[in-house]
């Protein structure tokens, strides 16, 4: 049910996205904040598998470790400051993306890793570059 209410929305978000008004934007990041963490905080730090095979869930829009959007936050934050704790989990993420394994068993310290990362405001400015890259532009 979550993953559809989120589906949804992102899919509504999607079709708006370069027309959509700074405050109604707001609002849809907060609905995806309730659906993803349960509070309309953005959660930077959030990360866990909830078992759903799509290996671990992280950030502000549940970028997942086998689905290829949490690559995408770990190469570009990675571009933008090489020495980062994700750095060193790039190889494995890859592999993960290109055959959209849910694997998190190479992955030991990737939570702390992700939660450190999150301390740092470059990493938040990172994650919102690509939800607004990947559900808000058109492609």
Known sequence: MKFSLVFVLVFVVYRVGADLPAAAKK???EYTSIFEND????????????????????????FC????????VVRKYTAKKADNPLAKFLP???KLA????????NLKGYVEAWKEAAKDS?????????????????A
């Open 39 to 62: 509070t309309i905080e953005l959660q930077y730090a959030y990360c866990e598998d909830i078992g759903d095979g799509r290996g671990y869930t992280s950030g502000r829009a549940g």
């Open 122 to 138: 470059a990493f938040h400015q990172v994650q919102d570059e690509v939800s607004d890259e990947m559900y808000y532009r058109y």
């Open 65 to 72: 470790t086998g689905t290829g959007d949490a690559v995408v």
């Open 27 to 29: 609002r849809c990041e």
């Open 92 to 94: 494995e993420l890859e």
């Open 98 to 105: 290109k055959s959209g394994s849910g694997s998190t068993k």
